[in-house]
């Protein structure tokens, strides 16, 4: 699970590296570009959601907890 979590967050890195690409080849791109910035984080917290979702039914189903902290994908630079 952990793999897979990490995978969204550095697809999520590509996608916001992307974004802001986009925005600083032309500043009319602004409005698209903030809906495009939303729109790929609440995917990534989706997906956080649906991990502690496993997680849990993970513990439901073995009575422990998963083993180890999930891994974070890469950090944006403000």
Do not use: W
């Not at 995978?7 to 409005?31: C, G, P, R, W």
């Amino acid at each position: 699970m952990g793999k897979k979590d990490e995978q969204v967050d550095d697809l999520t890195y590509i996608a916001m590296e992307s974004v802001i690409d986009f925005l600083s080849k032309d500043k009319k791109n602004l409005d698209f570009s903030t809906h495009l910035i939303f729109a790929t984080k609440n995917l990534e917290r989706a997906g956080d959601h649906i991990t502690n979702i496993a997680e849990t039914i993970c513990y439901l189903v073995k009575g422990e907890y998963l083993k180890g902290s999930r891994p974070k994908g890469k950090v944006i630079q403000e």
